[in-house]
């Protein structure tokens, strides 16, 4: 069965420290992979997507996440947060024809001044 | 400006009471889907749409109603049967199934459900 895990509920770091918001999914057959970014009482933004080709993929706001398909993880990275980057984050994964997302339990990044 | 409109922003509901959600697009999107959230559970499918007409449970459909009677609406009614759902609901769409693999969701920014 399809399966996304995100490791961390929170992740608190202070302003222009870097971060990882980690993601690892489980899937018998091949996948998308998406970062959605969530603020409060918002909806989802997509962040961005790795369908195929280079593994690392990057947002236009300084956010890049490597797909590693032999640990099949997707982690979010940052070199340096700002204030305004605190959200709740989530990973999604569509297995390839089943037109279906799961998505993770979400990350809460707390940008720290 | 292209997008998702969902109203109310925070709606409260009364025991027994069935409310409907609101939920518009004008992004000439097929697809449409109807998320709930609750905190430390992610986002779980409700009920989706591929077409006018046309819409198939996800994976907590019981207590909930949806109808596509027009391309751009995809109201969804919480019911009296639906034992704890004082939840946030998300409303997505994308240009089909496909699209939505390819180009991912575009979302509404949501209603509270609070019952009171």
């Known amino acids: 069965a399809q399966s996304v895990t995100q490791l961390d509920s929170q992740v608190p770091v202070f302003e222009e420290a870097p971060v990882e918001l980690r993601c690892n999914y489980s899937?018998?057959?091949?996948?998308?992979l998406f970062w959605y970014v969530q603020y409060p009482n918002q909806g989802l933004q997509l962040l961005l997507k790795?369908?195929?080709?280079?593994?690392l993929v990057e947002s236009i706001n300084g956010f890049e996440a490597e797909f590693n398909k032999s640990q099949t993880s997707f982690h979010l990275r940052k070199p340096s947060v700002h204030i305004s980057d605190t959200a709740e984050y989530f990973c999604?994964?569509?297995?390839?024809?089943?037109?279906?997302?799961?998505f993770g339990t979400g990350t809460r990044l707390k940008v720290l001044a | 400006d292209g997008g998702i409109t969902q109203s109310p922003k925070y709606l409260f509901r009364k025991e027994g009471q069935n409310v409907t959600l609101s939920c518009e697009q004008n992004l000439n999107h097929d697809a449409m889907y109807w998320y709930r959230q609750d905190p430390g559970q992610g986002l779980r499918l409700i009920y989706y749409s591929q077409i006018v007409n046309d819409f198939q449970k996800g994976d907590i459909a019981e207590g909930y109603s949806v109808s596509r009677e027009k391309k751009e609406s995809f109201p969804l009614t919480v019911t009296s049967a639906q034992k704890n759902p004082t939840a946030f609901y998300l409303c997505a769409s994308s240009i089909d199934q496909t699209g939505g693999e390819f180009y991912g969701y575009t979302f509404g920014s949501g209603t509270r459900l609070t019952v009171v």
């Open positions: 790795y369908l195929s080709g280079s593994t």
């Open positions: 899937s018998s057959v091949s996948v998308y």
């Open positions: 999604a994964v569509s297995q390839r024809g089943t037109y279906k997302y799961i």
